[in-house]
């Protein structure tokens, strides 16, 4: 198969997508904004046309910027649906408000945030232009030791300022497993929306517990601190059930109490 990757060469998970796609000896085009930013709809295009991939993970965003993530994924769809190849949106949690969970593929979009309305916009973009695209939801990705979640939870763990929440939780998954569910769904034909997350619904503080005692450092250090008691905009509880892609994929998502 023939693969694009966008993020691929900066991004955290899109680093990791090309690295598994690379091993299992697909061909690999891995992307980033200086080969085309994807809020230039032409520049997309040209790309797509130029490279021919016959599938596209599209992992770019930026949370802050709707324009990257919503507009810009839209663009990545139409070129898609222009050149034949099949579409794979990495979506998240945030699409949801924390009213209903676990949340099934079936739930409403509740989102309660600009990210997560970004991500709605996205979602009915890339399925609008591309009906056979899949849009793969996921959670916070970490377990490499150097995702952003890790490397916050040793910082407080050595005395930097802060806490973790108690009550915001969702379902952790591990970016290798992320990345080689992607990769399978790149290949397959499971078509609409996924929910692609971990296996253990969980808090921040827990999973930074959990992280703490596996990197040996003293889980006593970190400090719960609730969302809601502080008034931090965003979801709460939007833990995913991903009950669909146990059973559509061959790929294992493995819960964090597992994996750390
Ligand atoms: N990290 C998490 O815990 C988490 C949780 C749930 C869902 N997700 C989803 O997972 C996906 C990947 O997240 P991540 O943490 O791997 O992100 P990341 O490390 O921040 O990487 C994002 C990538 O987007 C690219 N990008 C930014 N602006 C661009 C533009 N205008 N044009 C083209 N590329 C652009 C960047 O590449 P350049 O350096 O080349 O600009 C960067 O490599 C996102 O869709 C996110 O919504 C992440």
Redesign the pocket.
């Known amino acids: 198969m023939r693969l694009l990757v966008?993020?691929?060469?900066?991004?955290?998970?899109?680093?990791?997508v090309v690295r598994v796609a690379a091993a299992a000896r697909h061909d690999v085009l891995a992307?980033?904004?200086?080969?085309?930013?994807?809020?230039?709809r032409a520049a997309v295009d040209a790309l797509v046309e130029r490279l021919r991939p016959d599938a596209l993970v599209?992992?770019?965003?930026?949370?802050a910027?709707p324009?990257?993530?919503a507009t810009?994924s839209a663009h990545v769809a139409a070129a898609a649906a222009a050149h034949g190849a099949r579409m794979v949106?990495?979506?998240?949690?945030?699409v949801f408000g924390g009213a209903d969970q676990p949340y099934p593929e079936t739930a409403p979009t509740d989102p309660v945030s600009p990210?997560g309305e970004a991500?709605v916009v996205?979602e009915r973009a890339v399925l609008a232009a591309c009906p056979a695209a899949v849009v793969a939801?996921?959670?916070?990705?970490?377990g490499d030791s150097d995702?952003?979640?890790e490397r916050l939870v040793r910082s407080l763990a050595a005395g930097a300022d802060g806490g973790l929440f108690e009550d915001e939780r969702?379902c952790?998954?591990h970016?290798v497993d992320l990345a080689e569910a992607l990769v399978e769904l790149a290949g397959n034909d499971v078509r609409g929306v996924l929910h692609v997350a971990g296996a253990d619904g969980m808090s921040r503080y827990e999973l930074g517990r959990l992280i703490a005692r596996r990197d040996g450092l003293d889980p006593e250090t970190l400090r719960p601190t609730s969302r809601v008691a502080l008034a931090v905009p965003g979801p709460v509880d939007v833990r995913l059930d991903s009950t669909l892609a146990a059973q559509v994929l061959s790929t294992r998502l493995r819960g964090a109490r597992e994996f750390l």
């Open positions: 966008t993020g691929g060469r900066t991004g955290y998970l899109g680093r990791h992307v980033g904004s200086a080969d085309a930013d994807v809020r230039d599209h992992t770019a965003y930026v949370q910027d324009e990257v993530t810009g949106l990495v979506s998240s949690d945030v990210y991500k996205a939801r996921t959670s916070l990705i970490l995702s952003p979640h969702r952790p998954v970016v």
